[in-house]
C-alpha cells in the first residue's frame, strides 16, 4: 500500500514560509542599507557641493563655482599625479593582460597540478594592496632584496633598485601592481580560453593552423567578454592604487610617484583646503562613476549573450 504524508495541522504552506524568511531578511537589513545610503551616498553628494565652495579648515558654504577645479588644474601636484596614474594604468593594463593571457594559456595546457598552479597564481590576489606593497618594497630594496641576492650569486655589477630613482620608480610599482593583479586577470580570460568550442580547435588543427596562431587569430577574438571584464576590473583597481604607493614609495622618491588620492589627503590634512580636497576627490569619482557604468553595461551584455545562446 502506498505510504501517504499527512500535512501536520497549522504547519505554514512552503511558499508561504519562504516569503515570511524573505520579508524578515528585508527587514534585516533595512539599517545596514539607511548606513550604507547616509555614509556613502550623502558624504559623496557634500564633497561634491563642497569642491563649489571656498572651504577650508572646515565645510564651508561660500559658492565660487569652478575656482577650486581651475586652481586644481593649474597646480603641478595635481599635473604630476594625474600623469602617473595615466602612465601606471596604461603599463598595468597591458602587461596584466599580457603576462594573465601567458599564465591561462599555460593552465589550459592540461597540465598537472592545476589546482596548485592556480592556488599559486591567485594568492597574491587575496593580498591587500599595503601587504603586496611591503613586499615588493623588501624585495626591491637594495640592502636587502634581490639586488643583494643576484650579487650574492656572483654579478657584483648588478644593479636593480627603482624604488630609489625619481625616473624609475613607477616602474617598481608597475612590478608590484602587476604581481597583485595578474592572477585574477588568468583566471577570467582561463574561462574564456575554455568556454570556445572543441570544434574550432579540431577544425584548426585539421587545417593545419600552429597552436600560437589559434590562440591569437582564434581564441583571442572570441573572448571579448573576457577581456572587457579583465579591463574594467583593472580599470577599477588601478584608480585605488594609494595603498601600494604608500607601503612602497610614500610617493616620493620626492613626488615623483604621487597619485590622485595622494594629493586629496595631502590638501585636506596638510594644507587644510577642504574645497580643493574634494575638487580632487570629485574628479576621481568621475572615471570610477563611468567605469561602473561600463561595467554594468558588461555585465548586461554578458547575460543577454548568454541567454541568446541558449535560445
Do not use: C, H
Amino acid at each position: 500500500m502506498a505510504d501517504l504524508t499527512v500535512p501536520v495541522a497549522g504547519a505554514a504552506p512552503p511558499a508561504r514560509r519562504r516569503r515570511k524568511i524573505q520579508f524578515q531578511a528585508i527587514i534585516a537589513t533595512i539599517p545596514m542599507i539607511g548606513i550604507a545610503i547616509s555614509v556613502f551616498f550623502v558624504a559623496i553628494l557634500f564633497t561634491i557641493y563642497w569642491s563649489f565652495t571656498k572651504s577650508g579648515m572646515f565645510p564651508g558654504w561660500v559658492w565660487v563655482g569652478l575656482r577650486q577645479y581651475e586652481i586644481l588644474w593649474n597646480t603641478n601636484n595635481w599635473q604630476i599625479a594625474v600623469s602617473n596614474i595615466w602612465f601606471f594604468g596604461a603599463m598595468s593594463l597591458v602587461i596584466n593582460l599580457i603576462v594573465g593571457f601567458l599564465l591561462a594559456v599555460f593552465m589550459d595546457q592540461n597540465i598537472r597540478q592545476e589546482s596548485l598552479f592556480r592556488s599559486i597564481f591567485l594568492y597574491p590576489f587575496a593580498m591587500s594592496l599595503y601587504v603586496t606593497g611591503l613586499a615588493w618594497q623588501w624585495i626591491l630594496d637594495p640592502n636587502l632584496g634581490l639586488q643583494v641576492a643576484v650579487r650574492s650569486w656572483g654579478w657584483t655589477d648588478f644593479q636593480f633598485a627603482p624604488l630609489g630613482d625619481p625616473k624609475q620608480a613607477m616602474i617598481g610599482l608597475i612590478l608590484g601592481g602587476t604581481w597583485q593583479g595578474a592572477g585574477v586577470t588568468m583566471a577570467i580570460l582561463l574561462a574564456g580560453v575554455r568556454g570556445v568550442d572543441q570544434e574550432i580547435w579540431k577544425a584548426a588543427k585539421i587545417d593545419g593552423i600552429p597552436t600560437w596562431k589559434t590562440y591569437l587569430y582564434i581564441v583571442i577574438p572570441m573572448m571579448r567578454g573576457a577581456i572587457a571584464t579583465t579591463l574594467v576590473l583593472q580599470l577599477t583597481g588601478i584608480i585605488r592604487t594609494f595603498d601600494l604607493v604608500v607601503s612602497m614609495t610614500g610617493g616620493g622618491p620626492g613626488i615623483a610617484t604621487w597619485m590622485p588620492a595622494m594629493y586629496v589627503i595631502n590638501a585636506i590634512q596638510s594644507k587644510l583646503n577642504v574645497g580643493q580636497g574634494s575638487a580632487a576627490a570629485t574628479m576621481m569619482l568621475a572615471p570610477i562613476a563611468v567605469l561602473l557604468f561600463i561595467r554594468a553595461i558588461v555585465s548586461w551584455w554578458n547575460k543577454r549573450s548568454a541567454g541568446m545562446n541558449v535560445s
